[in-house]
């Protein structure tokens, strides 16, 4: 059994990132870079002070057999707490993945190894995207949104008077996609001209490509000539929390 004793980190993802960084005893002494520590099964102890020790523990390959913890749940959710409490949004996916995996450990008994905390905590700890990372995100969506508004427009005729009511539209959604925002507006777009959207499944895609993006959006904006087709618009946007009709 192999512990490590970290000199009063910050946090308790400071505490966990060390842990799993840090050369151990036995891991420097192993003749062969390919036998290490990562299915080493991690566990805690909480001390008296309140800080907890981490361990890592040799595998003993007993099928079935549950594998002690200790206060391992207790240290990991307070970590977790922690981290959300720092930022927020920033991490809330990583928080959601690390909680499932908590519970699958509590479900099955079982310890989790040095390699899956590695790559929790890895994603736990990773740098928010920066706004150019954002922008050139913002930028792939709308490359993919623009060939499917190619594709529609070359499905029409040549001389369809649908052709650039299309066109306008697809850029505004495009604009959308490029500099996302809290409220999706389809305002300045024809009953006619947003019925196209639907029926080319260009509306469609756009919701894909939008689903996920922050900020996730609170409201869409329909003008009132089109309000004929704001039942076929829920399907598309179904946690959209509110619908305005002017």
């Known amino acids: ?3 490590t004793r970290l000199p009063q980190p910050r946090t308790k993802n400071e505490q966990l990132t060390q842990f799993l960084a840090t050369p151990t005893p036995q891991s420097l002494l192993e003749p062969t870079p390919e036998r290490n520590c990562d299915l080493h099964h991690v566990s805690a102890k909480r ?14 390959h007993r099928s079935g057999k549950s594998v002690p913890r200790g206060d391992l749940d207790t240290f990991l959710e307070h970590m977790v707490q922690e981290v959300t409490h720092d930022r927020g949004e920033d991490v809330g996916d990583a928080v959601d993945a690390f909680r499932r ?4 450990w509590k479900h ?3 310890a989790p190894t040095v390699s899956e905390l590695r790559t929790l905590n890895a994603r736990l700890s990773a740098l928010p995207p920066s706004e150019f990372q954002l922008r050139n995100r913002g930028k792939f969506r709308v490359v993919q949104f623009q060939q499917d508004l190619r594709k529609s427009l070359d499905a029409l005729p040549e001389n369809a008077p649908q052709r650039d009511a299309l066109e306008k539209a697809g850029d505004q959604l495009a604009g959308m996609l ?11 777009l024809s009953h006619d001209t947003i019925g196209l959207l639907l029926d ?9 490509l939008r689903d996920g993006v922050k900020p996730a959006p609170k409201r869409l904006v329909l003008p009132v000539c089109a309000q004929s087709l704001l039942e076929r618009l829920p399907p598309l946007f179904p946690d959209m929390p509110s619908w305005i009709v002017r």
């Open 101 to 104: 995996s908590m519970g699958r």
């Open 1 to 3: 059994m192999i512990s």
């Open 200 to 208: 080319t499944g260009l509306l469609g895609r756009f919701a894909d």
């Open 178 to 188: 490029l500099e996302p925002k809290d409220t999706l507006s389809l305002e300045g």
């Open 47 to 60: 001390q008296e002070d309140g800080t907890f020790v981490l361990f890592a523990r040799a595998p003993t």
């Open 108 to 110: 099955t008994g079982q």
